[in-house]
DNA sequence: AGGATATGAGTGGCCAGACCACTTTCAAAA
DNA sequence: TTTTGAAAGTGGTCTGGCCACTCATATCCT
C-alpha cells in the first residue's frame, strides 16, 4: 500500500493538518523540525515535501522566520503550465490566436454581465483613454480584469509575453476611436459588434507592427 | 545576489538540460549522485528539484531503475493543487468557465475553417460515436484536435483533469443525439448553432453528475 | 532612563555519509 | 543451456552537523 513516495504521504498530511488546525493563508505553520518529529519523518524527507509546495506557490519559506501558508489564489498553476507547456517549439501563431480566445471571451463574458453594464466604470474608463500616454496594454488588461475570471487573466498574461508584447505602445487618435466604438458597444451589451470591433482592432495594430518592423 | 533558493536552480538546470541534450520523454537523465556531483550540490538539495519536478508530473522516478523523463501524463500536479487551492469557489468556476472557452473557441475555430467542412472525417466520426463504448472525453478531445491549436489543446487537457475529468463515462443514446446535432452544425460551418448545443449539452452533464453525486 | 549593542534561541538552507529496498546485469553453478 | 545468485547501480530515507539569517531579549554604555 504505502510502498515508497513517503513525502506524497507528508503533502497529504500537511493539507489534513491545515484543515483541522483551521490554518489561514498567511499564518505560520510550524516548524521543520517540529513536523519532521510529529510525523515521524527525517527532516529531509519533509522538506522534499515542502519544497514540492513551495514551487507550486502553496507555501512561502522565509530563511530564519518560518514556513507560512500563502494565499491560495497565488498558486503557480498558469506559471507551472509555462513551464512545461510552452516550453517546445510551440508555433507563434498557436500563442497568438490562444490569445485572442482569451481577450474575445473577456469581452463575451463582459457583455453578458448584467452588473457589468450599470457600472460607472465606463466613464472614467473613456476619460483615461483620453488622457495622456494611454497605453495598449492598460485597454486590454482592463477588460481581462473586468471579466472577473482570474485564472484567464493570468494565462492571458503569460500568453501576451510570449507573442512578443503586441500591446506595446501608447494609443493613436485613430485607435481611442475604435476603442470608444467598442465600450459603447459593450455597454450596449452588444457582444457580437463589440468582438468584431476588437478583432479589427487587433488585425489593424498586427499590420502596424509590421509595418513598422516591430516583429516579435 | 544568488541568494535565491538553490534549489530552484537545479529546476532550471535541469530544465536547460533536458532541453540541451534533447532528452525526450521517456528518456533516463542521469543519476541522482551523478547530478550532484557535475552541479556541484548535495544530493539531498538536488532531491529537493526533482521531487518538486515529480510533484508537476514532468519527471518519473522508479526505485532501483532510475529518473526518467515523463511523458506528460499523471501529474499529480492536479491532484494536489485541486486539494489544496479549489475550496474556493471562485477558483474553480474560473477553471471550469476557462475550459469552456478554449471548448467553445475550438468549435468556433472549426467552423470558420474552411478546409475543415470538406473533410470527410465526419462521417467516421460519426461511426466511432455509434459504436460500442464511446467515451464523452474522446468528443470533445476531437474537436480541441481538429481546431488545430496544439497550445490550446495542452491548456485543455490540463483544465479538464483540474475540474474533476468532467467527461468521465460513456454516452448514453440521449447525448449521441446532441453530439449529432452539434457535429451537423460545424458541417454546416453554423459556428452559432453548435456552440449553442455544446453548451446546452456541457449544462445538462454538468446538472447529471450532480444529480448522480459525482461532485469533482 | 533611554538608546545602542551583544547575545542566544529558533529557523530554514545545505551538505556528507550511511543504510535500506529494489531492479538490472552477468558470471558462475547446475 | 538454463538456473541461480552475487554485485553494481539506483532511488528512498534517516541522522547529524554546520551555516546564515531573524527576532526577541538582555546587556551595556552614555
Redesign the interface.
Known amino acids: 500500500m504505502n510502498q515508497?513516495k513517503r513525502?506524497?504521504d507528508i503533502?497529504?498530511d500537511i493539507?489534513d493538518m491545515i484543515r483541522q488546525e483551521k490554518i489561514k493563508p498567511g499564518d505560520r505553520i510550524p516548524s521543520e523540525r517540529e513536523l519532521a518529529e510529529t510525523m515521524q519523518v527525517g527532516r529531509?524527507t519533509l522538506?522534499?515535501?515542502l519544497?514540492?509546495?513551495?514551487?507550486?506557490g502553496?507555501i512561502e519559506t522565509r530563511r530564519g522566520e518560518g514556513t507560512f501558508l500563502s494565499d491560495?489564489?497565488n498558486?503557480k498553476?498558469v506559471e507551472?503550465?509555462s513551464?512545461?507547456?510552452?516550453?517546445d517549439n510551440?508555433?507563434h501563431e498557436?500563442?497568438w490566436?490562444?490569445r485572442q480566445?482569451?481577450e474575445?471571451?473577456a469581452i463575451q463574458?463582459i457583455c453578458q454581465n448584467e452588473a457589468a453594464s450599470q457600472m460607472k466604470i465606463w466613464d472614467s474608463f473613456r476619460l483615461r483613454l483620453e488622457g495622456e500616454s494611454f497605453q495598449r496594454e492598460d485597454f486590454v488588461r482592463e477588460l481581462m480584469v473586468l471579466s472577473g475570471?482570474?485564472?484567464?487573466l493570468k494565462?492571458w498574461f503569460l500568453l501576451k509575453q510570449y507573442s512578443g508584447n503586441p500591446y506595446d505602445g501608447t494609443v493613436s487618435s485613430e485607435e481611442i476611436d475604435r476603442m470608444n466604438d467598442i465600450l459603447t458597444a459593450i455597454e450596449r451589451q452588444d457582444a457580437d459588434t463589440a468582438i468584431r470591433g476588437f478583432k479589427a482592432w487587433s488585425e489593424w495594430l498586427q499590420k502596424e507592427r509590421i509595418r513598422n518592423g516591430n516583429y516579435s
Chains 1, 2 share one sequence.
Open positions: 515508497s513525502y506524497l503533502v497529504r493539507r529531509s522538506r522534499e515535501a519544497r514540492s509546495l513551495e514551487l507550486l502553496l491560495y489564489r498558486h498553476l507551472v503550465l513551464t512545461f507547456v510552452l516550453q510551440q508555433s498557436d500563442v490566436q490562444t480566445i482569451h474575445m471571451a463574458e475570471n482570474r485564472l484567464s494565462i
